[in-house]
């Protein structure tokens, strides 16, 4: 394993929280310091921060309907 499939692994598993904006403060610089230089981790993170909106624009109801049921699914797999 190189460097940077390691530093990839450990920015996947912490994508989550710094959509969530709950890393901590040291995570959080290292994170936005590895998504500059890697394209594959920022796009990972754009398609969450998306999907993170998307659910957010979700009503109770729409939440409850098979579409948002998917999505929440889809948020639990990865
Ligand atoms: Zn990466």
Redesign the pocket.
Known sequence: MTK?QI??EL??KQIFEYVDHELGEHEHAWLEQ??R??????S?MEFERRLKEKVGALREDELASPLGERIKSLLKSF
């Open positions: 940077q530093d990839c920015a996947l590895h998504l230089t890697c394209k594959s981790c920022f990972r």
